[in-house]
């Protein structure tokens, strides 16, 4: 059954009595929830549904705003979101600003092969995928990637997520791609969530805008890699070993000047905790180019001593390097041991920006376009979010 009207209307009042909230935290701390919101728990008898994706299919093919408030606990599924239309995934929570509290978990062990050697794409391996069809989700192969066809439509224009952790739990180490999500042909936010897995964690593929605000993002190769356009504000990014980089991106050409790439702004980078920090200390490389066109920025971010004194590494395959001269692997204003100048330069592999060179990126406005290139793409994300 749906939350019933009296409810919905005692809980608003006695929300309404305490200092005032924002409407999302009144209905993961409250359950006082917009109407027609679809509950989700494997337990409490009032849940609409026991899995999350049965919530997701329910939710009808059209452009109105849909929330789903999960109820803590872990859900052992693959979750595929194909709408269009607006959808809110809200994790019950004591703590809607703080993710190291979150109380839902979406969990599933799977790399992009099995136990004898047989793969197949990486998008299988995902906890979460979203994407308008199978082909906008396949990352492929090659310089370019999968070539998905050109009228595939846009897929879902404003997803949102608060306080979910999704954990991918295939190996403890780097084992092949075992993604945690997979965005691609869509607009989504992240607040207070979580991402773990140890290989190709978090992928944002073609056309895929992704925000990522508060949250943590754990892995060990490669684990922010993609086509899109990512940008990862305020947030942990953990350490559990060192493989490849830490991002791994694939640039696109395109007829309109476009800024596909990965920005991380405000965060800090650390070994994911103190028995592992000794045994990665200078050896983990902050990204390497999955094409030329890999474009990556650490901005007003710390980093601690787990990073390689280059910062960033090429990627040599069959002897060829793929740096070029429009390969952007960059930091601007680092702070923390994780920075060795003299690294930086010796290596020439990371540019180091002037305000200068950082000024077209320094803003979500300035990096997420519409997909004909138009930048100031953002209506999508939450600005609302408390400051603390
Ligand atoms: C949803 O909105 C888009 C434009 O934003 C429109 O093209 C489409 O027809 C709408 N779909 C439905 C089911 O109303
Ligand atoms: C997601 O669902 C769509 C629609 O049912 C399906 O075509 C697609 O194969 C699914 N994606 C994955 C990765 O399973
Ligand atoms: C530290 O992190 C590593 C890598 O994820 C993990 O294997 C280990 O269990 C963690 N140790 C502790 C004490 O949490
Ligand atoms: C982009 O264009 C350059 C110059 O024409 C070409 O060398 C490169 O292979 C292209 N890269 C991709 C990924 O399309
Ligand atoms: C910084 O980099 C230089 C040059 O690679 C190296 O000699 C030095 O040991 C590094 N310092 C630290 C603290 O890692
Ligand atoms: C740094 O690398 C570029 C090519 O990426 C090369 O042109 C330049 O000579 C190198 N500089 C030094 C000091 O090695």
Redesign the pocket.
């Known amino acids: 059954m749906r939350l019933s009207w009296l409810a919905f209307c005692m809980n608003a009042i006695l929300a309404s009595a305490g200092p005032l909230k924002p409407a999302r935290h009144t209905c993961q701390t409250d359950l006082a929830c917009p109407k027609g919101t679809v509950i989700v728990s494997k337990t409490d008898s009032s849940a609409h549904f026991t899995t999350v994706q049965d919530a997701i299919l329910s939710l009808p093919n059209d452009n109105t705003t849909q929330t789903i408030l999960i109820l803590p606990g872990t859900y052992k599924e693959q979750l595929n979101v194909t709408r269009s239309g607006p959808v809110t995934l809200l994790g019950q929570t004591d703590d809607p600003t703080d993710a190291t509290k979150n109380k839902v978990t979406i969990t599933w062990a799977q790399a992009n092969h099995d136990n004898t050697g047989q793969s197949v794409d990486n998008v299988f391996s995902s906890v979460l995928t979203v994407a308008p069809t199978l082909e906008a989700s396949y990352s492929g192969s090659g310089p370019t990637g999968y070539p998905v066809p050109a009228d595939t439509p846009f897929g879902n224009v404003d997803f949102r997520v608060y306080n979910i952790d999704f954990r991918n739990t295939w190996s403890e180490y780097s084992d092949g791609p075992a993604h945690a999500i997979s965005f691609s042909r869509a607009n989504g936010g992240f607040y207070y969530c979580g991402f773990y897995s140890y290989q190709d964690t978090v992928y944002v593929g073609k056309l895929g805008n992704a925000y990522f605000h508060k949250n943590i993002i754990a892995g060990q190769t490669d684990f922010l890699y993609g086509f899109g356009t990512a940008w990862v504000q305020s947030s942990e990014i953990l350490l559990r070993g060192c493989g490849g980089g830490i991002t791994a991106w694939k640039g696109t050409n395109t007829t309109f000047t476009n800024n596909y790439g990965v920005y991380i702004a405000d965060s800090s980078v650390r070994a994911a905790n103190e028995s592992i920090a000794p045994s990665i200390k200078?050896q983990c490389a902050l990204g390497r180019p999955w094409n030329s066109l890999h474009r990556s920025i650490f901005a007003r971010t710390s980093e601690d001593a787990s990073i390689a004194?280059?910062g960033y590494i090429d990627w040599v395959v069959d002897g060829q390097s793929r740096l070029t001269k429009d390969t952007i692997m960059a930091e601007y204003q680092i702070t923390g041991?994780g920075f060795?100048a003299?690294?930086r330069r010796?290596?020439n592999v990371t540019i180091v920006m002037t305000d200068r060179e950082y000024a077209r990126y320094n803003s979500p406005a300035k990096v997420f376009q519409h997909p004909n290139g138009r930048p100031g793409n953002i209506n999508w994300i939450d600005w609302t979010l408390d400051t603390n």
Do not use: V
Request: hydrophobic share 10%; aromatic share 0%; charged share 0%.
């Open positions: 200078g004194p280059t041991p060795n003299t690294g010796a290596g």
